[in-house]
């Protein structure tokens, strides 16, 4: 058990510019969710998938963002077109289970600075 | 929806003194309730978690956090703070049904523990 990982740990880039962020979960687990992080706020829900499928979607997640898990292993966060209000950590978990919430594990994050 | 206040944004303590970090929550539903801390440039670490059962439950590192229901809260305590314990500390809810688990989280506490 490795734990998350992400990559990459760190993004800058220029307004306008496309991104894809990647999460490797803890293998056996299922579930997968992305969250959003901004200074001084805590995490907020963007996207959960359940083995492949993408189950729900926040609000939050406007037309520019698209999440995908194919075959349910390893899943990618892809932001078109950036704004400067991108600019946050991305935190990837991933848990076990049906029901009951397990516990999620999370990754360190993608800090991503739009310039 | 569930909703996360957390209220207080910053706790300076200082070493081997009691703290008390405050969460209060509000939902329409039956919730599990979730401590996680964060320390600087690291993901969240689950400190402990209520499902059911005992309303007093007991984490990592010597915290420990009671659930309320009718004064819909769930406080994080810890006898004896140690400068390591320095961090942001978030309070989390999630509740069943359909919500897979998402977490909806306060804005966060920092915990600065002073020698």
């Known amino acids: 058990d490795t734990g998350v990982s992400q990559n990459p740990r760190h993004k800058i880039t220029k307004r306008g510019q496309n991104v894809t962020f990647r999460c490797d979960p803890i293998?056996?687990?299922?579930?997968l969710y992305w969250y959003r992080q901004t200074l001084g706020q805590g995490p907020e829900f963007l996207t959960y998938?359940?083995?492949?499928?993408?189950?729900?979607k926040s609000r939050l997640l406007s037309d520019r963002f698209s999440a995908e898990r194919p075959k349910g292993s390893f899943s990618t966060l892809e932001i078109q077109r950036t704004e400067q209000g991108d600019s946050a950590m991305y935190l990837c978990?991933?848990?076990?289970?049906?029901?009951?919430?397990?516990?999620?594990?999370f990754g360190p994050g993608t800090r991503l600075t739009v310039t | 929806a569930q909703s996360v206040t957390q209220l207080d944004s910053q706790v300076p303590v200082f070493e081997e003194a009691p703290v008390e970090l405050r969460c209060n929550y509000s939902?329409?539903?039956?919730?599990?309730l979730f401590w996680y801390v964060q320390y600087p440039n690291q993901g969240l670490q689950l400190l402990l978690k209520?499902?059911?059962?005992?309303?007093l439950v007991k984490g990592i590192n010597g915290f420990e956090a009671e659930f309320n229901k009718s004064q819909t809260s769930f406080h994080l305590r810890k006898p004896s703070v140690h400068i390591s314990d320095t961090a942001e500390y978030f309070c989390?809810?999630?509740?069943?049904?359909?919500?897979?688990?998402?977490?909806?989280f306060g804005q966060g506490t920092i915990l600065t523990v002073h020698p």
């Open positions: 989390a809810v999630s509740a069943g049904g359909t919500s897979y688990g998402k977490l909806t």
């Open positions: 209520y499902l059911s059962g005992s309303t």
């Open positions: 978990a991933s848990s076990l289970g049906y029901g009951t919430p397990y516990e999620q594990y």
């Open positions: 998938f359940q083995n492949e499928a993408q189950l729900e």
């Open positions: 939902s329409s539903v039956s919730v599990y």
């Open positions: 293998s056996e687990h299922n579930r």
